[in-house]
């Protein structure tokens, strides 16, 4: 009875630490691979497989239903893959503008003479001031709304009247007509008045006149 009871130990030892003899070979022989027979490699491959799958589970229900455009699913993918490899692209361009920037500021600005001017042919026209005494060329009748025309080494006719300018202005080949030449004078005229001026004249002292200056682009 002793015998046969330490023959089964004997028995169950050697099996035992053949299979852990065992156990041990097939580890080394399969270093690397899962429980499933799969390599470390094949294993992140398929997690990432994985995980492209859940994202695009989760987009696909935000595009709405089945029935919907494919092509818009697929943009919004590539849209999604693209922000997150250059998010720096989404960055918004008004940020790399001035903050002095305003379009609303921009405006034309213009000057007035001061005083105004009159002048013969030989006078520079410009902006007239007290120190730049130049005639103004940028006249406007308040009585009749026309612009004042003025000729250089011009003069007009004592004949001219009131319905001549009327009819006429501001036709230089009809207004012609009743101009007479005269080297160094300025024949001016809008639809109502007229003047012939030979030397530096300031417009203020002739009351009559209803001329302003409209402003000088700078």
């Not at 053949?18 to 398929?46: C, F, H, M, V, W």
């Amino acid at each position: 009875m002793a015998d046969d009871l330490e023959e089964l130990l004997d028995e169950v030892e050697k099996k035992f630490c053949r299979l852990s003899r065992q156990d041990r070979s097939d580890g080394i022989r399969n270093r690397g691979k899962t429980e499933n027979g799969t390599s470390d490699e094949e294993e992140e491959a398929e997690a990432a497989s994985a995980g492209e799958k859940a994202r695009v589970s989760k987009i696909l229900p935000k595009c709405g239903s089945d029935e919907e455009d494919l092509d818009e699913i697929i943009k919004d993918i590539i849209n999604d893959n693209s922000f997150a490899k250059n998010p720096a692209k989404y960055i918004s361009k008004s940020s790399s503008l001035p903050a002095e920037t305003n379009i609303t500021s921009i405006h034309v600005r213009g000057k007035k003479c001061c005083p105004v001017y009159l002048g013969g042919s030989t006078a520079l026209c410009g902006i007239g001031t007290y120190i730049s005494q130049r005639t103004c060329d940028r006249l406007r009748c308040t009585a009749c709304d026309f612009r004042v025309s003025h000729h250089d080494d011009y003069q007009w006719d004592k004949s001219c009247d009131y319905l001549f300018f009327r009819n006429n202005m501001p036709e230089f080949s009809k207004l012609r007509t009743k101009m007479v030449k005269k080297k160094g004078t300025r024949a001016y005229a809008c639809q109502c008045s007229w003047r012939s001026i030979d030397e530096l004249t300031d417009l203020s002292m002739d009351r009559l006149l209803h001329w302003v200056c409209s402003k000088h682009a700078e």
